[in-house]
């Protein structure tokens, strides 16, 4: 049953990923590095409730650093002549 869970779990997660930029992939993939470490140190520590906690708290951690160490994609406008130009976003 438990097995079932956690395939089910992990579908579902999946399901919804839909990457359209490059920072929300990074934000994803640093939860998910931090989810994984945060429960790993935590359980160590402390047994299954400290898991939970770390993994919590490394979660959003993980996921902060993966959004504010991404640096913008760059925007583009096309001008009255055709041409590309980059701008801020």
């Known amino acids: 049953m438990r097995k079932v869970l956690i395939v089910a779990a992990a579908a ?7 990457w359209t930029t490059t920072r929300e992939r990074n934000t ?33 951690t993980g996921g902060l650093l993966g959004y504010l160490l991404t640096p913008p994609e760059p925007c583009y406008v096309r001008t009255k002549r055709g041409k590309l130009r980059r701008v801020a976003c």
């Open 28 to 60: 994803v993939l640093g939860a998910a590095i931090g989810a994984g470490a945060g429960a790993v140190i935590g359980h160590a520590s402390s047994g299954p409730p400290g898991g939970w906690a770390g993994a919590a708290i490394g979660g959003v």
């Open 12 to 18: 579902l997660l999946l399901a919804g990923c839909t």
